[in-house]
């Protein structure tokens, strides 16, 4: 069974850059959420898609996007980065009622 | 509004000690999951438990336990005879099943150091 996996694993981008960071999610499942992991901190909810649909969004700006395609893998996608998206950035699937499970994130950097 | 509190920031065991990890929780709801998940270097949110708010019964697996307490809106864990491979940042999660969508509000997490 192949767990959740991301890409990339690090990336450096300028402030105003945009970003697209990608995860294929666990076989069988067909929800995928993303969190952002400051430095230090808990990991914080962004968004949750279903059935490529976006079901659930936490405290983000609209700047944080997402896509998921027919296979279930899913996209963020940020524009105008700024230096405080700089983070650890974790995807996760799930089917429904079912717990989440993670992949190793994605380690962004915004100079 | 939900919250989680891991009052602990940092902990420090010799190997073999027991060690338990705090979390306390708010939330509005009657109906709600519980979870702990650990968190080793390389990143990865590795999951170890689901509770449900109906289900106060403790539960053990190997070395690990889970007590749950709603009295005091506390969900502690605890390594017995703890490793070295136990050494990570331990983090405490709730989630609300009214919402449609599985939300996790999580702790600040405790990093656990087990020295040889």
């Known amino acids: 069974e192949t767990g959740v996996t991301q890409s990339p694993t690090h990336l450096i981008k300028t402030r105003g850059q945009q970003v697209t960071l990608r995860c294929s999610s666990q076989?069988?499942?067909?929800?995928v959420s993303w969190y952002q992991q400051a430095l230090g901190q808990g990991p914080q909810f962004i968004f949750q898609y279903y059935r490529e649909e976006e079901n659930g969004r936490g405290n983000f700006p609209p700047r944080f996007s997402g896509l998921q395609f027919p296979n279930y893998s899913s996209e963020l996608n940020v524009n105008a980065l700024e230096l405080d998206d700089s983070a650890l950035y974790l995807c996760a699937s799930s089917t429904r009622g079912s717990p989440l499970h993670f992949g190793n994130g994605t380690r962004l950097t915004v100079t | 509004a939900q919250k989680v509190t891991q009052a602990q920031t940092e902990i420090s065991v010799v190997e073999k000690e027991d060690v338990t990890l705090d979390c306390v929780y708010e939330?509005?709801?009657?109906?709600?999951?519980l979870f702990w998940y650990k968190q080793p270097p390389s990143g990865e949110l590795v999951f170890l438990i689901r509770r449900n708010s109906f289900d106060e019964q403790n539960e053990i697996s190997g070395r690990y336990s889970w007590n749950f307490q709603k009295s005091t809106s506390s969900f502690n864990f605890t390594i017995t005879a703890s490793q070295v491979v136990d050494s990570a940042v331990y983090f405490c999660a709730l989630s609300e099943e009214n919402t449609g969508f599985q939300k996790l509000v999580f702790g600040t997490g405790t990093r656990l150091l087990v020295s040889p």
């Open positions: 076989s069988g499942h067909n929800t």
């Open positions: 939330t509005r709801d009657t109906t709600y999951y």
